[in-house]
């Protein structure tokens, strides 16, 4: 079970925004500086959305954002599009040589 | 353009040792850490360990005692070793290239299954 807590399932409809939340603990993020996500559809390899809690690699659409507050993290989808169905996953890191954790996985279902 | 495979057995059996290849083409090592990552079937993603280009490793601690990962330069290749394999390290293993600030992890792998049955 991961230290770090996501729901396990959200639904929107394409068109709207929703927000999928990271939870962790002060032995964590209180220590975890950077929080990256991730998208996996089925079958396929796990790819960054976001990285450094807020910030898109090249190529990621401007659709998805990044915030932290606390001991949450949240990753925001605008304009929710039918291929955005798939698994998401924060990730939390503290530096060079230390631990990563990832959450459990939130599934994403656009209706 | 960096690209990962892993290469390795997909099917082992209980007390033996799964060893992953893990070929980098299209780059170098140099300032960046190599990870891996396992999920297995139906549940979500674990962090195994990740190796700097001088071999300095960082491992899970709940797999301490039975992970190594190891690099090998002049093959573009890195590796892990898992020992003493149970049914409960079945699943698909990806290796990625990780950023040594931030921790994320592009690109991956597309993911190799490994089945420990008897």
């Known amino acids: 079970q991961s230290a770090l807590s996501q729901p396990r399932s959200v639904s929107g409809s394409p068109g709207q925004s929703l927000t999928i939340s990271c939870t962790g603990t002060s032995s964590n993020f209180g220590t975890y500086n950077y929080v990256s996500w991730y998208q996996q559809h089925a079958g396929k390899a796990p790819k960054v959305l976001i990285y450094d809690v807020s910030k898109r690699p090249l190529g990621v659409p401007d659709r998805f954002s990044g915030s932290k507050s606390g001991l949450t993290a949240s990753l925001t989808i605008s304009g929710l599009q039918t291929e955005d169905a798939a698994d998401y996953y924060c990730c939390a890191y503290a530096g060079a040589y230390t631990h990563l954790e990832f959450g459990g996985g939130t599934k994403l279902t656009v209706l | 353009q960096v690209q990962l495979q892993e290469s390795g057995p997909g099917l082992l059996k209980p007390s033996e040792t799964l060893s992953l290849t893990c070929t980098v083409s299209g780059g170098s090592f140099a300032n960046f850490f190599w990870n891996w990552v396992r999920q297995p079937p139906g549940k979500g993603l674990q962090w195994l360990g990740y190796?700097?280009?001088?071999?300095?490793?960082t491992y899970n601690p709940d797999l301490k005692s039975r992970i190594i990962v190891s690099l090998d330069m002049s093959k573009n290749q890195f590796s892990l070793e898992l020992t003493s394999l149970t049914t409960a390290d079945t699943g698909v293993y990806y290796c990625?290239?990780?950023?040594?600030?931030?921790?994320?992890?592009?690109?991956w792998g597309q993911g190799a299954q490994v089945t420990v049955s008897s």
């Open positions: 190796i700097d280009e001088s071999g300095k490793t």
């Open positions: 990625a290239r990780m950023d040594f600030w931030t921790g994320f992890q592009r690109p």
